[in-house]
């Protein structure tokens, strides 16, 4: 039902003449005004309008969301070919003068090297990711109290106090900023 209304939504385009500008999707039928000029929030079909725009709002930060966490793992994955290339070739190195010297010490930099890329390898291809968000899970369900920002939720008024401090710092300063 909320795809279909979705749909009908994003089909709705209106002209305002006062701003010649067109308006598409749920913005334009959420206009519906009372004789004063404003909306009639108590109207079932502008609650309606407004929920559907909440949706698309949240649809559309958490594909924002799934998008950076593919581009972060094409980043890792990228790195894991980058740090295996590097890997073979001291493998190899460290192989070949193994050969030579025939001590054990030749080969200790392939230690730390093996846990670097068993560690990207483990990013880009394995479970990583799901561990992560399993615990990152737990922690919202069993640990809030780890999730608090400092200083609490930023009001209106701090905001507006910090853009006016930016204003008047811009004033007197001109120049740093």
Same mark, same amino acid.
């Given at each position: 039902?909320?795809?279909?209304?979705?749909?009908?939504?994003?089909?709705?385009?209106?002209?305002?003449?006062?701003?010649?500008?067109?308006?598409?999707?749920?913005?334009?039928?959420?206009?519906?005004?009372?004789?004063?000029?404003?909306?009639?929030?108590?109207?079932?079909?502008?609650?309606?309008?407004?929920?559907?725009?909440?949706?698309?709002?949240?649809?559309?930060?958490?594909?924002?969301?799934?998008?950076?966490?593919?581009?972060?793992?094409?980043?890792?994955?990228?790195?894991?070919?980058?740090?295996?290339?590097?890997?073979?070739?001291? +493998?190899?190195?460290?192989?070949?003068?193994?050969?030579?010297?025939?001590?054990?010490?030749?080969?200790?930099?392939?230690?730390?090297?093996?846990?670097?890329?068993?560690?990207?390898?483990?990013?880009?291809?394995?479970?990583?990711?799901?561990?992560?968000?399993?615990?990152?899970?737990?922690?919202?369900?069993?640990?809030?109290?780890?999730?608090?920002?400092?200083?609490?939720?930023?009001? +209106?008024?701090?905001?507006?106090?910090?853009?006016?401090?930016?204003?008047?710092?811009?004033?007197?300063?001109?120049?740093?900023?």
């Amino acid at each position: 039902n909320s795809a279909r209304s979705g749909q009908q939504a994003t089909t709705a385009i209106s002209t305002n003449p006062s701003s010649n500008r067109i308006e598409m999707g749920a913005t334009a039928s959420c206009k519906k005004t009372s004789g004063s000029g404003y909306p009639e929030h108590d109207d079932p079909s502008y609650r309606k309008c407004q929920e559907l725009k909440m949706e698309r709002w949240i649809q559309m930060h958490y594909q924002i969301k799934q998008r950076e966490q593919a581009l972060a793992i094409a980043h890792h994955r990228e790195l894991f070919y980058w740090l295996s290339g590097f890997y073979l070739s001291a +493998v190899y190195g460290c192989a070949s003068y193994y050969q030579r010297v025939r001590r054990v010490s030749a080969l200790a930099p392939l230690l730390p090297l093996t846990f670097v890329v068993g560690y990207y390898t483990d990013w880009a291809y394995g479970s990583k990711m799901h561990r992560i968000q399993a615990e990152a899970n737990m922690i919202m369900e069993h640990e809030q109290e780890l999730l608090h920002w400092p200083g609490g939720l930023p009001t +209106v008024a701090g905001i507006d106090e910090a853009r006016v401090e930016t204003e008047m710092e811009k004033k007197m300063h001109p120049h740093h900023m």
